[in-house]
C-alpha cells in the first residue's frame, strides 16, 4: 500500500513526464502514417502496373513487409544501417520503419478499394473519352479512397499502440519514458497502469471517431 | 378459446404492427379453416408480408393475438397478462408451421438433401436415416431426388425454391406460410414452383398466400384477401373479387395490375 | 572463428532456427489461447444478458485500447509485485492471448452478424431453438466468413511474439539481439532474422490469399 501512497504522491509529475513523451508517440504516429499513405499509394498503383516486372516488385514489397515483424524492420534501420555507416536517430529512424512498414498495409487497403469500385465507372469514364490514367485519377480513385478512409483509419489507431514498440530502439515515447520512471521510481505495476491509461485515453476516441466513419460510408452514396 | 372440429386453424384478432411510428398494420381480423387456402393481394407496403410473419411470430404483433387450432401461439398468458413464451416453446410452437421466404434461404452449407432433413434431425430428434429417407420422398416429390447431394449454389432459382418447400414440408406442418415465394424468380422459372403448390393445394394443405400471381390467386384460392396499407380491404371467393370487386380500391389496384389481361 | 559471411550464417543459423522454434511454439499457445478467448467473448456479447455483454465490450474495448506491449509489461513487470511472478515465455503466451482475444473476439462478432438475417428466420420457421440455430447454422457459415480474418490474425501473432523480447523471452528477435551484441554485424543478424520470419509466414500470407480467392468466388 505505501507503494501506491508513493505513487499517487508522484503521480502529477509522472503523468506530465508521460504526456511530454506523448507528443513524439504522436510524431512517430503521424510521420508513420503520411509516409505509409504516399508509399502505400504508389505502391498500389505500381502493382497495377502494365509493366509485370513493376507489378511483380510491388507485390514483392507487401509480402515481405507484411511477413516479417516490424521490429525487425526498426532494428535492420536503426542498428543496421548505423553500422554500415548511416546513423539515423531514434525518432527518424521509427518514423522511416513504421512508414515503410504501414506502406504494405495501406496499398492492400488502397487495392481493395480500387477493386471495389464498379467496373462500369471505368467503363463510363471511357465512354466520355477518358484516357485510363485520366479515370484512375478522376473517376477510380476518389470512390477508392473513400472507401478506403475506415480501414486507413483502424490502421491509424493500430499505429498510435505499435509505435510503443519503438522503445525498443530508445524512440523517447510514451513506453519509453515509462520504463525510464519505473527505474528510478520501482513502480513497475503502478506506471505501466498509468502508460496503458494514456494510451487508452488517446486511442478509444480515434477508434469511436472511425466507427462513426465506417456506419456513415456503409450507408454511403449510390450513383 | 377453445378446440373444437369447426373452429378455424388460424385466426388472427385485432392484429396491429409498428415498426417505431411507421404502422405497418392496423387491426386485422382473419380466420383460415382447416384445408382452406387463402391469397393475400395488394400493392407493395400494403402489409401482406408482415402479416404473413406474425402468424409464426417472425414479427411480433405490437396488439392483437395469433390463434392457432385454437391455442393461443407465441405468447402466454398469466393472470389476464399476455407474456410472451420461452425460446423453446415457440420453436416448438414455430416447428408447427412451414415457410417458404422469397428470398429462398436455403442453408448454403448443407446439401438439398441435407436442407430437408436438418429440421427432422436436429427438432424432432428423428433418426438420420429415418430423416433422410423423408427428406428423399419430399425431393422425389418436388422432383429434385436426383439433386439430393448438390448444395444450393448450383441449383437454379426455380430449384432451390422448390427445395425449400420440400424442406418446411419436413416437419409436417399444419399451415404453410408462402411469401412471395415466386417474385424472385425468372419469369421461365415461376411454373415450376406454381406447380408444386397447386399439386399441395390439391392434396389438402392449409395455405396462405402471399402472391403477385393473380391468375395463380384466382385459380387456387378459396378466398382472396386484398390490403392496403395496412388493412384489409376486401375478403371474398377469387371470382367474386377478381371480377367484381367492391371497393374503389381493390378496382383500381386490379385493373393497374390486369391492365393487359382484361376480364370478361 | 568464422571469416566469410557464409560462415558466420552457419554459425548463426542453428541457434536462430531453434529460437524459430521457441517463436513458433508460443505463437501457436497464444492463438490456441485467443481464438477460445475470443469465442466467449463473442457469445457474451451476443447473449443477450446485459451484465455479461457489458463485461465482455470493456473487456474488448481497454484490451484494443492499449498496445499488447504494454499488457506484457503488466504482465512480466507489474504482477511480481503482487506476488505472481510469471516465467518470460509463460508471460509472453498470456499477454499474447489475452490480447488476441479481444480481436478475435471482434471478427467472430462480425462473422456471426454477417451471416444473412433470413438464415436465422429460415430455422427459426423449421422450429429451432436459438442455441440449435447458432450452432447448426449461423456458426458453420460464420466459419467460413471468419477463416480469412483469423488467417491474418495469426500472421500478425507470429510477427507480435517478436515484442515478447522486449520482456526477455526467448525467442527469436531475442537471440537475434543476442548474437548482434555479440558479433556486432546487426544489418546481416536483423535481416537473417527477417528471412525467417519470412519463411515462417510466407506460407500462412499465400494460405489466406488462397481462402479469400475462393471465398469471394462463393462457397
Known sequence: MTAWRHFFAILPECLLILLRAAVTTIEITLGGLLVALVLGLAIALLRRSSSRGVAVIAAAYVEVFRCVPVLTQLFVIYFGLGQIGFRISPLPAAIVGFGLNGAAYLAEIYRSGIESVPRGQAEAGSAIGMTKRQAMIWVILPQAIRISLPPIGNYGVGLLKDSSIAVAIAAPEITFAATNLINQTYLSTQIYLLMALLYIAMSLPLSHLVRRLERRSSRGVRA | MQTTATAPLVQLTGVCKAFGPLRVLEDIDLDVARGEKVCLIGPSGSGKTTLLRCVNHLEQPTAGHVYVEGKLFGERQVNGRYLPLRDAELARMRSTIGMVFQTFNLFPHLTALQNVSIGPVKVLRQSRGEAEALGLELLAKVGLAEKRNVYPEQLSGGQRQRVAIARALAMRPRLMLFDEATSALDPELVGEVLNVMRQLAIEGMTMLIVTHEMGFAEEISDRVVFMDKGRIVEVNGPHELFRRPQHARTQSFLSAVLQKKPFQ | ?219
Open chain 3, 1 to 219: 572463428m568464422p571469416t566469410t559471411l557464409p560462415q558466420y550464417v552457419a554459425t548463426w543459423l542453428p541457434e536462430m532456427i531453434a529460437a524459430a522454434g521457441n517463436t513458433l511454439r508460443m505463437a501457436v499457445f497464444a492463438f490456441v489461447f485467443a481464438i477460445c478467448l475470443g469465442l466467449v467473448l463473442a457469445l457474451a456479447r451476443l447473449s443477450g444478458r446485459r451484465i455479461l455483454a457489458g463485461a465482455a465490450l470493456t473487456y474488448v474495448e481497454v484490451i484494443r485500447g492499449a498496445p499488447a506491449l504494454a499488457l506484457l509489461f503488466l504482465i512480466y513487470f507489474g504482477l511480481p509485485s503482487l506476488g505472481i511472478v510469471l516465467p518470460a515465455f509463460l508471460a509472453a503466451v498470456i499477454g499474447l492471448g489475452m490480447n488476441g482475444g479481444a480481436y478475435v473476439s471482434e471478427i467472430y462478432r462480425a462473422g456471426i452478424s454477417a451471416v444473412d438475417r433470413g438464415q436465422r428466420e429460415a430455422a427459426q420457421t423449421i422450429g429451432m431453438t436459438s442455441g440449435q440455430t447458432m450452432r447448426y447454422i449461423i456458426l458453420p457459415q460464420a466459419a467460413r466468413i471468419v477463416l480469412p480474418p483469423i488467417g491474418n490474425y495469426a500472421i500478425g501473432l507470429l510477427k507480435d511474439t517478436s515484442v515478447a523480447s522486449l520482456i526477455g523471452a526467448s525467442e527469436l528477435t531475442l537471440r537475434a539481439r543476442d548474437l548482434s551484441s555479440e558479433y556486432f554485424m546487426p544489418m546481416q543478424i536483423y535481416l537473417l532474422s527477417g528471412a525467417i520470419y519470412f519463411v515462417m509466414a510466407a506460407p500462412l500470407s499465400a494460405g489466406v490469399r488462397y481462402l479469400e480467392r475462393r471465398l469471394r468466388r462463393g462457397r
